[in-house]
């Protein structure tokens, strides 16, 4: 089954929502970044709400997503945008703690519980947006429903879940995010309460096969209109052409150091765990592309 997104409707435009199933982007996110089952948790929590919060874009608009605790996960950084496409790393994937009280994966006491989220979106003006709010449980989902209360002031409700398997691998991984638009009723609003309440949880809905979908229909049931659907995936825009504009950037006295120091040069995408390695006679080139610049 494809990852999907969509977003849309309900009740006669008293809600907005937004769904998706993310198993393949965070199975992606796992492999490159080797991630132990709680940083798997942690992280593809984290890319699926910064996936739905991108389809809230237009165009070649982006945002950044980061959750910064006092946990042993360091920082976690989702970058997003319009289209679906989604890239991240979390600072120390090779975390894994105890099981919680409730028998799941601590991700509260992988991320910390104090901290910021903070969220940045270029929308192509001259500054970029900046909303920020402390962590209030490190669950994520609590801390990103608490985000778009306090910073963008839209009540909304924000379900999150990875499911990963004894082997490690990724089983499963989604999430929703509902949202309360000026004059909802007082009864849909009653009727939003419980069915988020009694809802089960994002991955045993979809460990039964259910589609983003069939997640949104568990909430708002069948009056749900959806406006557009698309398949999320890994991208990174890194290159070896984009790394070598960067150390073209440092300069011809650092060019020459590393030249004469150390021969080569290795440069590691914190996005991707890619590395491009340049060695001298690629860096002289690099030299001469400072110079005649």
């Given amino acids: 089954m494809k990852d999907e997104l969509i977003r849309g409707t309900a009740w006669d435009g ?25 940083a798997s948790a942690a992280l593809g929590r984290t890319a699926t709400a910064a996936a739905m919060m991108g389809t809230m874009l237009k165009g070649d608009e982006k945002l950044t997503v980061q959750v910064k ?16 496409e989604v890239r991240g790393y ?36 001259k500054e970029p947006y900046r909303g920020s709010v402390p962590i209030i449980s490190g ?17 909304s409700a924000v379900g999150l879940g990875v499911l990963v398997d004894t082997d490690n691998s990724v089983l499963h991984a989604g999430g929703f995010i509902v949202q309360v638009m000026p004059g909802i009723g007082d009864e849909q609003l009653a009727r939003l309460e419980r069915a988020v309440s009694t809802m ?14 069939g997640l949104l229909r568990f909430l708002v049931g069948d009056d749900l ?28 006295a650092e060019l020459r150091k590393l030249i004469d120091e150390d021969g080569q040069a290795e440069v590691h995408c914190h996005f991707c765990n890619e590395a491009y390695t340049f060695d001298k006679a690629e860096l002289t080139q690099v030299l001469e592309r400072a110079k005649s610049r």
């Fill in 90 to 125: 979390v600072d120390y994937p090779h975390v894994h703690l105890p099981s919680n009280s409730m028998g799941k994966l601590d991700v509260a006491g992988a991320v910390g519980k104090t901290g910021f989220l903070n969220v940045t979106k270029d929308l192509g003006l």
């Fill in 139 to 155: 669950e994520l989902a609590e801390d990103f429903t608490y985000y778009f209360a306090a910073s963008e002031q839209t009540p």
């Fill in 69 to 84: 605790g006092d946990g042993p996960l360091g920082q976690i950084v989702i970058d997003a945008n319009a289209s679906g």
């Fill in 200 to 213: 089960p949880h994002v991955t045993a809905l979809l460990d039964q096969g259910e589609t983003a979908e």
């Fill in 14 to 38: 008293a809600i907005r929502v937004f769904a998706a199933r993310t198993t393949e982007l965070v199975r992606e996110l796992q492999r490159r970044h080797d991630t132990f089952p709680t």
């Fill in 225 to 252: 209109v959806i406006h557009d659907s698309i398949e999320p995936g890994f991208v990174c825009q890194c290159s070896k052409e984009r790394v070598e504009r960067t150390l073209i950037s440092l300069g011809e």
